[in-house]
């Protein structure tokens, strides 16, 4: 039972890792393009934190919900919990590693 949870726990671990990262990718690449064409005085700088929160905010709601689905898909009743922490470790995560970067 424990072994069966760890694998789940780690699988849902990477799912929203790999969600986070290509959401925000995916999301911060189409802002930038947006907020650089559309405002073009406004310094890169602005546009990468608006997009970053903007991004975070989005994936982090993305990334739970389609979490949430998986687990309910595979009748997982504990990872409820999991997904909600795990999107929010790899928000905080991400969004460091794009600022000191």
Known sequence: MLSTYNASTSAITLFTYVCMYVCMYVCMYACMHVCMHVSMYVCMYV???VCMY?????????????CMYVCM????????????CNVFYNAVGQS???VNS
């Open 96 to 98: 460091f590693f794009r």
């Open 73 to 84: 898909y595979v009748r997982m009743h504990v990872c409820t919990y999991v997904c909600i």
């Open 54 to 66: 903007v991004c975070m905010y989005a994936c982090m709601h993305v990334c739970m919900y389609a």
């Open 47 to 49: 546009c990468m934190y």
